[in-house]
């Protein structure tokens, strides 16, 4: 037996050894020593959760299930996660325990209690072990169990098809369709009544609405002028306007003597006016009566006509007289 | 007719229980030859270079091509409903739990059974042993013991050197061949394993060792007849160590799973 196979001998078995412990551990997902932090979870069950499967956060893989344990007393299992690193998570973490996908993975998944709202097992005080800080866990329904409840569910339903069956005859149909008629009628005439009150609603809210903006047009003009005022009442204004106004009282009061001793001459005047519009009077009279050369002139149509040829006349001879001066004036000097 | 008949079905009884008997009267022997360190400790790392060392390359062959062909007919098979990375899974389950062990212990049978009932086989038509036996010395602590030693200890090596080589094979092909990526092979690969998985492969590759070794040296150690006695014993070696793995392959899987 030579040396070197005895070395080739214990090479191959350590080799052998190597390969088969590292790559039990590597995929038991062991991270060979690097820093892990540990976090427990209390659930009331955990499903098909086995370990070493995954813990995500935000759908990112941060660790794996080492092991879990029913708590003494059985109310609950505490599942122990290993995280690679410790991520930031929410204030009100849970861990939600869910089937990965529909072939048979299961996860833990970090979320936020307010964001994935289920019963999260509450933990009670003085769960932490060593420290460690402890998650309050739900634990999803797995396939099983929801075929379960749909079978349930499909049972109720054909228990329920068959009492319809049951009650469903031509009789419950014919009273249907005149129940579903009068539905329909009764359905019209609320509608109508709906279109008019509507109608009415809109007209009195329109009503409401223009009163509604005048009332404000009118609450913003107070409120202007009660500003004026106050700003009047603010800059000492009102003061001098209450002394202006007693100023004009009193030229009114001198007006109206003015006014009064004006009042007195006025009725020798009326009474001059009077006897002036008499004489007026007497001399349209005399006028009308054809009286004197303007009675005439109004009455005696013929002397107007011949006053107006008298004016052509006149007329013509001033415009021969224009054209021709020397016809009718001579000047010589010698 | 009749009488001929029963006497062949009585022989074919008596030889059987005949061998029953040889065979637990050899792994009495051998049990107490394992005080005897002095005559089969020096024997001991030869046997584990010629049953370990030697028989890794067609291990390792055997197990890369076993991966290769899982990972091909396992994606052909997964191809539209199921997600391609149970193509890890598949591989891995499948060669941690069975291919790797088994392929290997019935490779081993060929090669290793074959070879010890042959050896030994000679030995014993040539009355090697008997020469033993003149000199004292225990053929069973100095022949036997040796090699189903080396057996026990050097199938877990191999197998365990297999199924990382058939893993390794399955993720290449999975990587080149398939439309897979490595996270993807090793999702799948992680998605079921159980670390107990190994130890139920270990504790049958250990069986199959012991089963191919004692088997072989049994039907060497008892062998008759010339060399065609040695033929006939070397045969039978090696279909008895085969059947027996699988036997003993569903025994474990029934006793363990």
């Known amino acids: ?334 | 007719m009749l009488a001929s008949s029963l006497q062949a079905i009585g022989r074919t009884a008596i030889r059987g229980v005949g061998a029953v008997g040889q065979g637990g009267h050899l792994a009495v022997g051998a049990v107490r030859a394992l005080r005897k360190v002095d005559i089969w400790g020096p024997l001991f790392v030869p046997q584990l270079a010629a049953v370990g060392v030697a028989s890794v390359p067609i291990a390792l062959f055997i197990a890369a091509f076993t991966g290769i062909v899982l990972a091909i007919q396992a994606s052909y098979t997964f191809t539209g409903t199921v997600p391609l990375y149970f193509v890890g899974a598949l591989v891995g389950k499948t060669i941690i739990l069975e291919l790797g062990p088994v392929l290997t212990g019935l490779a081993l049978a060929g090669r290793v059974g074959a070879n010890i009932a042959a050896e030994l086989g000679t030995m014993r038509v040539t009355e090697q042993i008997d020469a033993l036996e003149s000199l004292a010395y225990d053929p069973v602590a100095y022949l036997v013991v040796p090699r189903v030693g080396a057996g026990l200890v050097m199938f877990p090596v191999v197998v365990g050197m297999s199924m990382a080589v058939g893993i390794a094979a399955g993720w290449i092909t999975s990587l080149f061949l398939l439309d897979l990526s490595t996270p993807q092979f090793v999702r799948g690969l992680r998605l079921f394993f159980e670390p107990y998985d190994v130890q139920f492969a270990l504790i049958k590759a250990a069986s199959f060792g012991i089963t191919v070794t004692g088997v072989g040296a049994f039907f060497g150690y008892t062998c008759s007849g010339g060399a065609a006695g040695v033929g006939r014993s070397t045969t039978r070696a090696v279909v008895g160590a085969s059947m027996l793995i699988l036997v003993l392959d569903a025994f474990w899987a029934a006793a363990l799973l």
């Open chain 1, 1 to 334: 037996m030579t040396r070197g196979r005895e070395v080739m001998v214990g090479a191959v078995i350590l080799v052998g050894i190597a390969v088969t412990v590292i790559g039990t551990l590597w995929l038991k997902g062991s991270n060979f020593g690097r820093p892990s932090v540990r976090v427990d979870v209390l659930v009331e069950e955990i499903g098909q959760l086995a370990e070493g499967n995954q813990v995500r956060f935000r759908g990112v893989p941060v660790g794996r299930v080492m092991e879990f344990e029913v708590e003494p007393g059985g109310e609950a299992v505490r599942i122990l996660l290993t995280l690679d690193r410790a991520p930031d998570l929410p204030d009100d973490v849970g861990a939600l325990i869910a089937p990965e996908s529909l072939f048979g993975e299961w996860q833990v998944e970090f979320v936020s209690r307010s964001a994935v709202p289920f019963v999260y097992f509450e933990v009670p005080a003085g769960s932490e072990q060593e420290d460690v800080p402890v998650l309050g866990g739900f634990t999803m329904p797995d396939i099983t169990r929801l075929t379960a409840a749909a079978f349930d569910i499909s049972q109720n339903l054909s228990v329920l098809t068959d009492r319809v069956d049951r009650a469903f005859n031509e009789e419950t149909a014919d009273n249907i369709r005149l129940a579903i008629e009068n539905i329909q009628d009764a359905s019209e005439n609320v509608r109508d009544l709906i279109d008019q009150q509507a109608q009415t609603f809109a007209n009195v809210s329109s009503e409401v609405e223009r009163a509604a903006s005048e009332i404000g047009a009118a609450a913003s003009v107070g409120r202007r002028v009660l500003e004026q005022a106050d700003g009047l009442m603010a800059s000492g204004q009102i003061d001098s306007i209450l002394g202006n106004v007693g100023s004009i009282t009193t030229n009114l009061d001198s007006l109206s003597a003015h006014m009064a001793t004006a009042t007195s001459g006025l009725d020798v005047t009326m009474a001059r006016a009077e006897s002036a519009f008499a004489r007026v009077d007497r001399l349209s009279a005399r006028v009308e009566a054809g009286e004197g050369v303007l009675g005439q002139l109004m009455t005696d149509t013929l002397l107007v006509t011949r006053a107006s040829d008298v004016l052509t006349q006149l007329d013509l001879l001033l415009a021969d007289l224009r054209e021709n001066p020397k016809r009718y004036v001579r000047l010589s000097i010698f």
